[in-house]
């Protein structure tokens, strides 16, 4: 927990020296429509597309739609105690996002509350195709962040982001009948290739 918290701790500094060297005369930027794609949530399988509206002076709205294959970093992580046999099925990919912006509106530092859902699935089969069964796991993501749009010209920027939260887990494994429910703490990280028009 503590190198989570330094981890934390050392990405605001980064962001807050980002952000001293940015004059904050101009009090909001002259785009208020961003769409982005996530690089970052390739590592677990998820592609988003991500739209965000600029609402107030200082608040924006963002939402997300995607899907997800398989949690690759997980699976690398963690040892598998049964074979990988099942075959990948694509599941649904949902986010909400609402930001707050301190200094520039649409540009620089961010603060967000943040919430994502995610369901991996799989299928089973067993003798010769007669029988299949679908596994999955079920995720519910609140959590809060932290985050800078990096603007590379007027339209073009990247969307770094660090978030830290809960994960709501429901699944139903192979072999097993029950639906396992779990909370665990989550970490996430993000980067965004954005377009603001």
Same mark, same amino acid.
């Given at each position: 927990?503590?190198?989570?918290?330094?981890?934390?701790?050392?990405?605001?500094?980064?962001?807050?020296?980002?952000?001293?060297?940015?004059?904050?005369?101009?009090?909001?930027?002259?785009?208020?429509? #961003?769409? &982005?794609?996530?690089? @970052?949530? %390739?590592?677990? =399988?998820? *592609?988003?597309?991500? $739209?965000?509206?600029? #609402?107030? &002076?200082?608040?924006? @709205?963002? %939402?997300?739609? =995607?899907? *997800?294959?398989?949690? $690759?970093?997980?699976?690398?992580?963690?040892?598998?105690?049964?074979?990988?046999?099942?075959?990948?099925?694509?599941?649904?990919?949902?986010?909400?996002?609402?930001?707050?912006?301190?200094?520039?509106?649409?540009?620089?530092?961010?603060?967000?509350?943040?919430?994502?859902?995610?369901?991996?699935?799989?299928?089973?089969?067993?003798?010769?195709?007669?029988?299949?069964?679908?596994?999955?796991?079920?995720?519910?993501?609140?959590?809060?962040?932290?985050?800078?749009?990096?603007?590379?010209?007027?339209?073009?920027?990247?969307?770094?982001?660090?978030?830290?939260?809960?994960?709501?887990?429901?699944?139903?494994?192979?072999?097993?009948?029950?639906?396992?429910?779990?909370?665990?703490?989550?970490?996430?990280?993000?980067?965004?290739?954005?377009?603001?028009?």
């Amino acid at each position: 927990m503590r190198k989570i918290v330094r981890i934390i701790l050392t990405i605001s500094f980064f962001l807050m020296a980002l952000v001293k060297t940015h004059s904050y005369s101009q009090t909001s930027i002259s785009k208020k429509n #961003l769409i &982005k794609i996530g690089a @970052a949530q %390739i590592f677990v =399988g998820e *592609v988003n597309f991500c $739209y965000e509206r600029l #609402l107030f &002076k200082k608040l924006s @709205a963002e %939402i997300a739609s =995607g899907f *997800v294959t398989d949690n $690759y970093l997980l699976n690398f992580i963690s040892e598998s105690k049964s074979g990988n046999t099942g075959k990948t099925l694509i599941g649904p990919s949902f986010g909400a996002m609402l930001k707050y912006y301190p200094f520039i509106t649409g540009d620089e530092v961010y603060v967000c509350l943040d919430f994502k859902y995610r369901r991996y699935r799989k299928q089973y089969t067993q003798d010769g195709g007669a029988y299949s069964f679908n596994e999955y796991v079920e995720r519910y993501i609140p959590r809060v962040g932290i985050g800078y749009h990096f603007f590379l010209d007027e339209n073009l920027f990247f969307d770094f982001s660090g978030n830290l939260g809960l994960i709501f887990q429901n699944s139903l494994q192979f072999n097993n009948n029950q639906v396992d429910k779990a909370i665990k703490l989550n970490f996430g990280l993000g980067l965004k290739f954005g377009y603001a028009f």
